[in-house]
């Protein structure tokens, strides 16, 4: 079974992503520059599929395996 994405939160550092398997990954913002500089609107607009997490006004896109492994940046794409 592949583990995907169930939800998605933040606070001011970190992204919280909630998996299907029950683990909760915190990653920080600062991985991602594109998130840690959108709004707040802009951060909930995310789409939970299960392939990974996507921004549409953002252009960004973050697959599950990747923040697993511990990739950020342009390495999570």
Known sequence: MT?????????EANMWV??????TLG???TWFPRLL????EQLSAVEVSPF???WE???????VPAL???HGGEEAA
């Open 3 to 11: 583990t995907s994405a169930t939800d998605v939160r933040f606070d």
């Open 18 to 23: 909630s998996l299907s398997d029950g683990r």
């Open 27 to 29: 990653v920080p913002l």
């Open 37 to 40: 500089s959108a709004s707040p």
């Open 52 to 54: 990974g997490l996507h």
């Open 57 to 63: 006004a953002l252009d960004e896109d973050i697959s």
């Open 68 to 70: 697993l492994a511990g």
